[in-house]
């Protein structure tokens, strides 16, 4: 089994039991929908290269509608701040509950990750494919961290998600102008840099044949 089968498989597991099972976490259903469906997308990228000009509306809407959903996937990283929900005094002895809910919220976290591999793999091999030096390639991935990075800033601190971009454009720039002060700035640094280390370390460079 491909590494894309084991991400579909453990996508559908993980729904299945956040159904079954009784949790604190249910939000987690919508989340990580949102993220396998970015995933999926990156996949169909290749398809939707411009080889010629009648092409160009509808690649820019794909690859337009893929910019907004991508942050869904590494935003489930930060979810993990719901974890204050339970006080996981140690000293009490193991809560059955507590330890429940961590296993369900961080094995989605697991899995976003395993997401997140893979749709910044699919970016840059689209980037290679345009036969690109290595150094443009980097910064372009580069950009595509910054934005998501964007993405998770907007959808975390102002709730505000990508359908809001077509619904409530003025409403959203204005929020988001006012909005980006100095911790802003920071908080979006920090995850392109955590996104960086993440893709640095666990990202497949060489070609497997996986698709």
């Known amino acids: 089994m491909n590494i894309r089968s084991k991400a579909r498989l453990g996508f559908f597991l993980y729904i299945g039991m956040l159904l079954y099972f009784d949790t604190a976490y249910s939000f987690m259903i919508f989340n990580l929908f949102l993220a396998f469906a970015a995933l999926e997308l990156s996949y169909l990228m290749p398809l939707f290269k411009i080889k010629t000009k009648r092409e160009i509306p509808i690649s820019f809407l794909f690859y337009l509608i893929f910019i907004l959903m991508s942050p869904n996937v590494f935003y489930v990283v930060t979810d993990l701040i719901h974890l204050k929900r339970f006080d996981f005094n140690y000293r009490q002895g193991i809560i059955v509950m507590e330890w429940w809910n961590f ?51 907007i959808g975390r601190f102002l709730r505000f998600h990508s359908i809001h971009l077509f619904t409530e454009p003025w409403s959203l720039i204005e929020r988001v102008w006012y909005s980006l002060d100095r911790n802003a700035l920071l908080f979006i640094l920090w995850m392109t840099i955590l996104q960086a280390i993440i893709v640095w370390m666990f990202g497949r460079n060489e070609k497997r044949g996986e698709e």
């Open 103 to 153: 296993f369900v919220l961080v094995s989605g976290v697991l899995l976003a990750i395993c997401f997140y591999i893979l749709m910044t793999d699919q970016v840059r091999r689209l980037l290679q494919s345009f036969q690109l030096r290595a150094s443009t390639v980097t910064f372009g991935m580069f950009v595509f961290l910054l934005l998501t990075s964007f993405g998770i800033f």
